[in-house]
């Protein structure tokens, strides 16, 4: 059925529904709304984000969300949701280390992420975005592109200077993806990962000796190797952990050196 086969007094009626759930829309927005603000009265200062958070949120939507809703939709009407609640909380400025690759790509992930109203700030090298969010801690994150091999576009060994120690992985992006599949970017703030269940947990070491596949059997830890350049290598590897984490203790004991959790991550 098109429109124009539907009765004038029936396509009113239908138009004066939807505007009836578009005012009831509208009224439950504000309400969220207030009550974000409650929580963000209750937190401390910093930035005002929480990723693990965001993960469960939009998994228990979109598994409850009724048809015609995808989820797509589903990830679109709710990242907008809480980028105004985040925008609210504080003006936080997002810098984007450039991609060689396509440039706009990330551009474009950043802005479904944080909302059409967030500041973006583009400079050269993914490096020089890392350095913003680390003198910047309370205000600023860092987004970079996924790390890959070594070759053109390669930035993640310089997560082993100290100038960096203080960042970490807090998010993939974007958030929706396969969780076996890599997402396209890093999110890095002067804060801790949260645990969201199926986490993902990026270490770098120095593999002097090759003992990586040993390190990660004897550790009890199920993981790969997805980039190296000697000899810095990054690992995925499933399930939360942390720098304390008797696990990553473990990896250290096997012959890895400098083992470093650079974070975590889980998709929705």
Same mark, same amino acid.
Request: charged share 25%.
């Given at each position: 059925m098109n429109e124009t086969s539907i009765p004038p007094a029936g396509l009113d009626a239908i138009r004066g529904e939807i505007d009836?759930? &578009? &005012? @009831?829309?509208? #009224?439950l927005v504000a309400q969220r709304? *207030?009550? @974000?603000?409650?929580i963000a009265q =209750?937190?401390?200062? @910093?930035? /005002?984000? *929480? /990723? @693990? *958070?965001? +993960? +469960?949120l939009l998994r228990r939507l979109i598994a409850t969300a009724p048809a015609p809703a995808d989820r797509e939709l589903v990830a679109e009407l709710w990242r907008t949701l809480i980028a105004a609640n985040v925008r609210r909380q504080r003006s936080v400025e997002i810098v984007i280390g450039g991609s060689r690759a396509d440039p706009t790509r990330l551009h474009d992930i950043v802005r479904r992420h944080f909302g059409a109203h967030a500041r973006i700030v583009h400079v050269a090298e993914p490096q020089a975005a890392l350095q913003k969010a680390a003198e910047r801690p309370d &205000?600023?994150?860092?987004? =970079?592109?996924w790390p890959t091999a070594p070759g053109?576009? #390669?930035?993640w060994p310089a997560l082993s200077e100290s100038r960096f120690a203080r960042l970490n992985l807090i998010a993939g992006l974007p958030q929706i993806g396969p969780a076996d599949a890599n997402p396209e970017a890093c999110m890095f703030a002067a804060m801790a990962p949260e645990e969201a269940g199926q986490d993902v947990t990026l270490i770098l070491a120095f593999d002097m000796h090759h003992r990586v596949q040993r390190a990660l059997k004897e550790a009890g830890l199920e993981g790969k190797e997805v980039a190296r350049s000697e000899p810095r290598i990054m690992l995925r590897v499933e399930g939360f952990? =942390?720098?304390? &984490? /008797?696990r990553t203790a473990a990896l250290t004991a096997q012959g890895l050196e400098g083992v470093r959790v650079v974070g975590s991550y889980a998709r929705a």
């Open positions: 009836r759930i &578009d &005012d @009831g829309i509208l #009224s709304l *207030r009550l @974000g603000d409650a =209750t937190k401390p200062a @910093g930035l /005002p984000f *929480r /990723p @693990g *958070r965001e +993960i +469960i &205000d600023c994150v860092a987004v =970079t592109p053109v576009g #390669s930035w952990l =942390t720098q304390h &984490d /008797p």
